[in-house]
Protein backbone atom coordinates (compact mmCIF):
# COMPACT_ATOMS: atom_id res chain seq x y z
CA UNK A 1 0.00 0.00 0.00
CA UNK A 2 1.30 3.41 -0.90
CA UNK A 3 0.41 5.93 1.88
CA UNK A 4 -0.33 9.16 1.59
CA UNK A 5 2.46 11.86 1.72
CA UNK A 6 1.67 14.40 4.12
CA UNK A 7 2.07 17.89 1.95
CA UNK A 8 4.00 19.81 4.59
CA UNK A 9 3.46 23.97 4.63
CA UNK A 10 6.48 26.34 4.57
CA UNK A 11 6.83 27.09 8.20
CA UNK A 12 7.59 24.48 11.09
CA UNK A 13 5.13 25.15 13.19
CA UNK A 14 2.37 25.40 10.33
CA UNK A 15 4.25 22.07 8.63
CA UNK A 16 3.64 20.08 12.18
CA UNK A 17 0.03 21.10 12.55
CA UNK A 18 -1.38 19.89 9.29
CA UNK A 19 0.57 17.18 9.42
CA UNK A 20 -0.39 16.03 12.53
CA UNK A 21 -4.11 16.53 10.84
CA UNK A 22 -3.33 14.34 8.18
CA UNK A 23 -2.13 11.74 10.35
CA UNK A 24 -4.83 12.18 12.81
CA UNK A 25 -7.20 11.57 9.91
CA UNK A 26 -5.97 8.88 8.16
CA UNK A 27 -5.78 7.09 11.58
CA UNK A 28 -9.57 8.25 12.84
CA UNK A 29 -11.23 7.56 9.30
CA UNK A 30 -12.94 4.34 9.34
CA UNK A 31 -12.92 2.81 5.48
CA UNK A 32 -15.82 3.11 3.98
CA UNK A 33 -15.54 -0.40 1.44
CA UNK A 34 -14.60 -3.99 2.65
CA UNK A 35 -11.78 -5.59 0.61
CA UNK A 36 -12.92 -8.34 -1.93
CA UNK A 37 -10.15 -10.47 0.32
CA UNK A 38 -12.62 -10.62 3.33
CA UNK A 39 -14.84 -13.20 1.47
CA UNK A 40 -12.25 -15.38 2.50
CA UNK A 41 -13.39 -15.63 6.01
CA UNK A 42 -16.68 -17.06 4.44
CA UNK A 43 -15.01 -19.67 2.58
CA UNK A 44 -14.95 -18.51 -0.70
CA UNK A 45 -11.99 -19.89 -2.03
CA UNK A 46 -8.49 -17.38 -2.93
CA UNK A 47 -8.77 -18.07 -6.03
CA UNK A 48 -11.95 -17.23 -7.29
CA UNK A 49 -11.32 -14.09 -4.91
CA UNK A 50 -8.09 -13.61 -7.54
CA UNK A 51 -10.58 -13.55 -10.36
CA UNK A 52 -12.96 -11.32 -9.38
CA UNK A 53 -9.71 -9.03 -9.07
CA UNK A 54 -8.93 -9.68 -12.28
CA UNK A 55 -12.15 -8.17 -13.35
CA UNK A 56 -11.05 -4.99 -11.61
CA UNK A 57 -13.71 -5.94 -8.51
CA UNK A 58 -11.78 -4.93 -5.21
CA UNK A 59 -14.04 -4.41 -2.68
CA UNK A 60 -17.63 -6.17 -1.18
CA UNK A 61 -19.54 -3.40 -2.47
CA UNK A 62 -18.16 -3.27 -5.92
CA UNK A 63 -19.59 -7.48 -5.97
CA UNK A 64 -22.89 -6.13 -5.61
CA UNK A 65 -22.82 -3.16 -7.74
CA UNK A 66 -22.18 -4.92 -10.62
CA UNK A 67 -25.01 -7.16 -12.34
CA UNK A 68 -25.26 -11.12 -12.06
CA UNK A 69 -24.56 -11.49 -16.13
CA UNK A 70 -21.40 -9.34 -15.63
CA UNK A 71 -19.94 -11.76 -13.17
CA UNK A 72 -21.11 -14.66 -14.50
CA UNK A 73 -19.12 -13.56 -17.83
CA UNK A 74 -15.79 -13.47 -15.64
CA UNK A 75 -13.97 -16.45 -16.95
CA UNK A 76 -13.51 -19.45 -14.35
CA UNK A 77 -16.44 -18.16 -11.91
CA UNK A 78 -19.82 -20.45 -12.59
CA UNK A 79 -23.42 -19.12 -11.88
CA UNK A 80 -23.11 -21.55 -8.68
CA UNK A 81 -19.93 -19.92 -7.46
CA UNK A 82 -21.56 -16.20 -8.55
CA UNK A 83 -24.90 -17.15 -6.60
CA UNK A 84 -22.76 -17.92 -3.50
CA UNK A 85 -20.57 -14.66 -3.80
CA UNK A 86 -23.48 -12.48 -3.78
CA UNK A 87 -25.18 -14.43 -0.91
CA UNK A 88 -22.05 -13.76 1.13
CA UNK A 89 -21.61 -10.25 -0.44
CA UNK A 90 -24.95 -8.95 0.47
CA UNK A 91 -24.90 -9.76 3.86
CA UNK A 92 -21.12 -8.35 4.59
CA UNK A 93 -23.21 -4.88 3.13
CA UNK A 94 -26.68 -5.24 4.33
CA UNK A 95 -28.24 -4.05 0.81
CA UNK A 96 -31.89 -3.43 0.58
CA UNK A 97 -33.73 -1.26 1.75
CA UNK A 98 -33.00 1.25 4.72
CA UNK A 99 -34.80 4.07 6.84
CA UNK A 100 -34.64 7.33 5.40
CA UNK A 101 -32.90 8.31 9.08
CA UNK A 102 -29.97 5.97 8.10
CA UNK A 103 -30.02 7.36 5.07
CA UNK A 104 -29.88 10.71 6.39
CA UNK A 105 -26.85 9.18 8.79
CA UNK A 106 -24.89 7.92 5.65
CA UNK A 107 -25.16 11.00 4.04
CA UNK A 108 -23.02 12.66 6.94
CA UNK A 109 -20.21 10.74 6.03
CA UNK A 110 -20.34 12.94 2.74
CA UNK A 111 -17.00 14.83 2.34
CA UNK A 112 -16.86 18.85 1.10
CA UNK A 113 -13.85 19.61 -1.18
CA UNK A 114 -13.80 23.16 -1.14
CA UNK A 115 -12.85 25.30 -4.36
CA UNK A 116 -10.93 27.43 -3.14
CA UNK A 117 -13.25 30.30 -3.58
CA UNK A 118 -15.65 31.33 -0.73
CA UNK A 119 -18.25 32.43 -2.77
CA UNK A 120 -18.28 29.62 -4.85
CA UNK A 121 -18.16 27.18 -1.93
CA UNK A 122 -21.32 29.10 -0.96
CA UNK A 123 -23.17 28.42 -4.14
CA UNK A 124 -22.07 24.90 -4.24
CA UNK A 125 -23.40 24.06 -0.02
CA UNK A 126 -19.83 23.71 1.19
CA UNK A 127 -17.85 22.63 -2.06
CA UNK A 128 -17.31 19.59 -4.11
CA UNK A 129 -19.61 16.87 -2.92
CA UNK A 130 -17.95 12.98 -2.39
CA UNK A 131 -19.74 10.38 -3.42
CA UNK A 132 -21.59 11.96 -6.32
CA UNK A 133 -20.19 12.94 -9.81
CA UNK A 134 -19.60 17.38 -10.34
CA UNK A 135 -19.90 18.43 -13.64
CA UNK A 136 -18.19 21.36 -14.78
CA UNK A 137 -18.89 22.71 -18.72
CA UNK A 138 -18.51 25.91 -20.76
CA UNK A 139 -16.26 27.47 -23.52
CA UNK A 140 -12.22 27.58 -23.52
CA UNK A 141 -11.20 29.80 -21.19
CA UNK A 142 -14.07 29.26 -19.17
CA UNK A 143 -11.83 27.95 -16.48
CA UNK A 144 -12.83 24.35 -16.24
CA UNK A 145 -9.08 22.97 -15.88
CA UNK A 146 -8.03 25.73 -13.08
CA UNK A 147 -10.92 24.47 -11.29
CA UNK A 148 -9.95 20.69 -11.63
CA UNK A 149 -6.29 21.81 -11.00
CA UNK A 150 -7.12 24.00 -7.56
CA UNK A 151 -9.37 20.98 -6.56
CA UNK A 152 -6.19 18.58 -6.66
CA UNK A 153 -4.21 20.85 -3.79
CA UNK A 154 -7.36 21.14 -2.17
CA UNK A 155 -8.13 17.94 -1.76
CA UNK A 156 -5.26 17.31 -0.02
CA UNK A 157 -6.15 19.43 3.03
CA UNK A 158 -7.36 18.22 6.57
CA UNK A 159 -10.93 17.47 6.63
CA UNK A 160 -11.17 20.26 8.81
CA UNK A 161 -9.44 22.44 6.65
CA UNK A 162 -11.99 21.69 3.79
CA UNK A 163 -9.83 19.17 2.11
CA UNK A 164 -10.18 15.60 2.13
CA UNK A 165 -7.55 14.24 3.07
CA UNK A 166 -6.16 12.35 0.42
CA UNK A 167 -4.71 11.40 -2.70
CA UNK A 168 -5.83 12.65 -6.05
CA UNK A 169 -5.95 10.39 -9.81
CA UNK A 170 -6.38 12.78 -12.73
CA UNK A 171 -7.09 11.27 -15.89
CA UNK A 172 -5.85 13.67 -18.74
CA UNK A 173 -8.07 13.95 -22.18
CA UNK A 174 -6.97 16.98 -23.73
CA UNK A 175 -2.99 17.27 -22.53
CA UNK A 176 -3.87 20.30 -19.76
CA UNK A 177 -2.72 19.12 -17.07
CA UNK A 178 0.13 21.32 -15.91
CA UNK A 179 2.15 20.38 -12.91
CA UNK A 180 3.83 23.80 -12.95
CA UNK A 181 0.05 25.25 -12.05
CA UNK A 182 0.09 23.28 -9.35
CA UNK A 183 2.54 24.19 -7.46
CA UNK A 184 1.79 27.74 -6.57
CA UNK A 185 -1.75 26.49 -5.97
CA UNK A 186 -0.21 24.40 -2.71
CA UNK A 187 2.16 27.46 -1.71
CA UNK A 188 -1.18 29.30 -0.94
CA UNK A 189 -2.62 26.94 0.93
CA UNK A 190 0.97 26.27 2.65
CA UNK A 191 1.58 23.23 1.04
CA UNK A 192 5.05 21.52 0.29
CA UNK A 193 4.59 21.78 -3.99
CA UNK A 194 6.72 18.60 -3.96
CA UNK A 195 4.90 16.39 -1.58
CA UNK A 196 1.57 17.61 -3.34
CA UNK A 197 2.51 16.85 -6.76
CA UNK A 198 3.64 13.22 -5.16
CA UNK A 199 -0.37 12.91 -3.94
CA UNK A 200 -1.25 13.36 -7.48
CA UNK A 201 -1.32 10.29 -9.90
CA UNK A 202 -1.84 11.54 -13.50
CA UNK A 203 -2.53 9.72 -17.07
CA UNK A 204 -2.70 10.40 -20.54
CA UNK A 205 -5.88 9.24 -22.28
CA UNK A 206 -5.69 8.89 -26.20
CA UNK A 207 -8.85 7.28 -27.14
CA UNK A 208 -12.04 6.21 -25.60
CA UNK A 209 -11.24 2.91 -24.85
CA UNK A 210 -7.70 4.13 -23.18
CA UNK A 211 -9.78 6.45 -21.17
CA UNK A 212 -12.19 3.83 -20.15
CA UNK A 213 -9.46 1.32 -19.28
CA UNK A 214 -7.50 3.92 -17.36
CA UNK A 215 -10.62 4.69 -14.83
CA UNK A 216 -10.83 0.83 -14.69
CA UNK A 217 -7.18 0.92 -13.30
CA UNK A 218 -8.11 4.02 -10.54
CA UNK A 219 -10.40 1.42 -9.01
CA UNK A 220 -7.26 -0.57 -8.17
CA UNK A 221 -5.72 1.99 -6.88
CA UNK A 222 -8.63 3.20 -4.62
CA UNK A 223 -8.54 0.11 -3.02
CA UNK A 224 -4.81 0.02 -2.32
CA UNK A 225 -4.25 3.76 -0.76
CA UNK A 226 -6.34 6.35 0.62
CA UNK A 227 -7.94 8.98 -2.28
CA UNK A 228 -10.31 12.26 -1.85
CA UNK A 229 -10.59 13.07 -5.61
CA UNK A 230 -11.25 11.59 -9.21
CA UNK A 231 -10.68 14.07 -12.02
CA UNK A 232 -11.65 13.53 -15.75
CA UNK A 233 -10.60 16.63 -18.37
CA UNK A 234 -12.37 16.81 -20.71
CA UNK A 235 -15.03 13.49 -20.30
CA UNK A 236 -16.31 13.84 -23.55
CA UNK A 237 -13.42 14.89 -25.86
CA UNK A 238 -12.05 11.77 -26.98
CA UNK A 239 -15.55 10.08 -27.37
CA UNK A 240 -16.30 13.28 -29.82
CA UNK A 241 -13.30 12.51 -31.67
CA UNK A 242 -13.50 8.47 -32.01
CA UNK A 243 -17.33 8.82 -32.69
CA UNK A 244 -17.97 11.37 -35.64
CA UNK A 245 -21.25 10.28 -37.71
CA UNK A 246 -24.61 10.12 -36.38
CA UNK A 247 -24.60 6.98 -37.23
CA UNK A 248 -22.16 6.22 -34.38
CA UNK A 249 -24.25 8.18 -31.75
CA UNK A 250 -26.01 5.18 -30.13
CA UNK A 251 -22.76 3.51 -29.73
CA UNK A 252 -21.13 6.46 -28.28
CA UNK A 253 -23.90 6.89 -25.80
CA UNK A 254 -23.97 3.38 -24.68
CA UNK A 255 -20.36 3.35 -23.91
CA UNK A 256 -20.38 7.20 -22.46
CA UNK A 257 -23.20 5.66 -19.88
CA UNK A 258 -21.19 2.72 -19.40
CA UNK A 259 -18.23 4.64 -17.86
CA UNK A 260 -20.23 7.19 -16.02
CA UNK A 261 -22.26 4.01 -14.42
CA UNK A 262 -18.73 2.85 -13.55
CA UNK A 263 -17.93 6.52 -12.24
CA UNK A 264 -20.49 6.75 -9.98
CA UNK A 265 -19.92 3.43 -8.33
CA UNK A 266 -16.35 4.31 -7.89
CA UNK A 267 -17.42 7.26 -5.93
CA UNK A 268 -20.21 5.58 -3.78
CA UNK A 269 -17.86 2.92 -3.13
CA UNK A 270 -15.15 4.34 -1.94
CA UNK A 271 -16.42 7.85 -0.82
CA UNK A 272 -14.38 9.94 -3.07
CA UNK A 273 -15.49 13.13 -4.61
CA UNK A 274 -15.41 13.04 -8.76
CA UNK A 275 -15.14 16.03 -10.99
CA UNK A 276 -15.41 16.32 -14.54
CA UNK A 277 -14.87 18.96 -16.99
CA UNK A 278 -17.01 18.62 -20.50
CA UNK A 279 -17.52 20.72 -23.55
CA UNK A 280 -20.32 23.21 -25.33
CA UNK A 281 -21.49 22.62 -28.75
CA UNK A 282 -24.24 25.54 -30.47
CA UNK A 283 -27.75 24.40 -30.15
CA UNK A 284 -29.11 25.45 -33.37
CA UNK A 285 -32.91 25.37 -32.32
CA UNK A 286 -32.12 28.20 -29.54
CA UNK A 287 -31.70 30.84 -31.50
CA UNK A 288 -35.41 30.95 -32.26
CA UNK A 289 -36.00 30.57 -28.85
CA UNK A 290 -34.16 33.48 -27.73
CA UNK A 291 -32.22 32.08 -25.21
CA UNK A 292 -29.29 34.44 -23.51
CA UNK A 293 -26.78 31.59 -24.01
CA UNK A 294 -27.74 29.21 -27.40
CA UNK A 295 -25.04 26.59 -26.62
CA UNK A 296 -25.66 23.31 -24.24
CA UNK A 297 -22.89 20.74 -23.01
CA UNK A 298 -21.62 17.83 -24.59
CA UNK A 299 -23.39 14.35 -23.95
CA UNK A 300 -27.14 14.67 -24.03
CA UNK A 301 -29.15 13.14 -21.89
CA UNK A 302 -26.89 10.23 -20.57
CA UNK A 303 -24.25 12.79 -19.24
CA UNK A 304 -27.03 15.16 -17.56
CA UNK A 305 -28.73 11.87 -15.78
CA UNK A 306 -25.15 10.77 -14.76
CA UNK A 307 -23.82 14.32 -13.26
CA UNK A 308 -24.85 14.71 -9.63
CA UNK A 309 -24.56 18.41 -9.81
CA UNK A 310 -24.12 20.47 -13.17
CA UNK A 311 -22.32 24.13 -12.82
CA UNK A 312 -22.18 25.85 -16.12
CA UNK A 313 -19.21 28.61 -15.95
CA UNK A 314 -18.55 31.04 -18.54
CA UNK A 315 -15.89 33.91 -18.93
CA UNK A 316 -16.22 37.35 -16.80
CA UNK A 317 -14.45 40.15 -16.85
CA UNK A 318 -10.46 40.08 -17.01
CA UNK A 319 -9.66 37.50 -14.38
CA UNK A 320 -13.44 36.91 -13.23
CA UNK A 321 -15.29 33.55 -13.94
CA UNK A 322 -19.17 33.14 -13.45
CA UNK A 323 -20.33 29.79 -12.11
CA UNK A 324 -24.05 29.01 -12.42
CA UNK A 325 -26.02 26.09 -10.91
CA UNK A 326 -27.49 24.71 -13.83
CA UNK A 327 -28.60 21.28 -12.72
CA UNK A 328 -28.55 19.87 -8.44
CA UNK A 329 -30.74 17.87 -6.31
CA UNK A 330 -30.91 19.94 -3.67
CA UNK A 331 -28.98 23.44 -4.34
CA UNK A 332 -31.04 26.07 -5.71
CA UNK A 333 -30.79 27.61 -9.52
CA UNK A 334 -27.84 30.34 -8.99
CA UNK A 335 -24.74 32.32 -9.88
CA UNK A 336 -21.88 33.60 -8.33
CA UNK A 337 -18.57 35.23 -9.45
CA UNK A 338 -15.17 33.79 -8.75
CA UNK A 339 -11.46 34.93 -9.97
CA UNK A 340 -8.78 32.56 -11.54
CA UNK A 341 -5.12 33.49 -10.55
CA UNK A 342 -1.69 32.47 -10.35
CA UNK A 343 -2.91 30.77 -7.68
CA UNK A 344 -5.77 28.82 -8.35
CA UNK A 345 -9.36 29.80 -7.92
CA UNK A 346 -10.14 32.10 -5.47
CA UNK A 347 -12.78 35.37 -4.93
CA UNK A 348 -12.59 38.44 -6.90
CA UNK A 349 -10.46 41.46 -5.84
CA UNK A 350 -13.43 43.92 -6.04
Excluded at 182 to 187: G, L, S
Excluded at 264 to 275: G, I, Q, R, S, W
Excluded at 330 to 336: A, D, G, K, N, T
Amino acid sequence: MIGLTAPMTATAHDAATIDDELTAGATEEVASFIEVDKLADAGIPTSDIAKLRTANIYTIQGITMQCKRDLVAIKGLSEPKIDRILEVAEKMTFSGFISAKESFFRRSQVTRITTGSHALDTLMGGGIESMSITEAFGEFRSGKTQLALTLCVTSQLPRSMGGGNGRVAYIDTESTFRPERVRPIAERFGLDPDATLENIIVARAYTHEHQCQLLSMVGAKLSEDQFSLIVIDSVTALFRADFTGRGELAERQQKLGKMLSNLMKMAEEYNVAVFITNQVVSDPGAGSLFVPDPKKPVGGHILAHASTTRLSLRKGRGDQRICKIYDSPMLPESECVFAITEQGVTDPRD
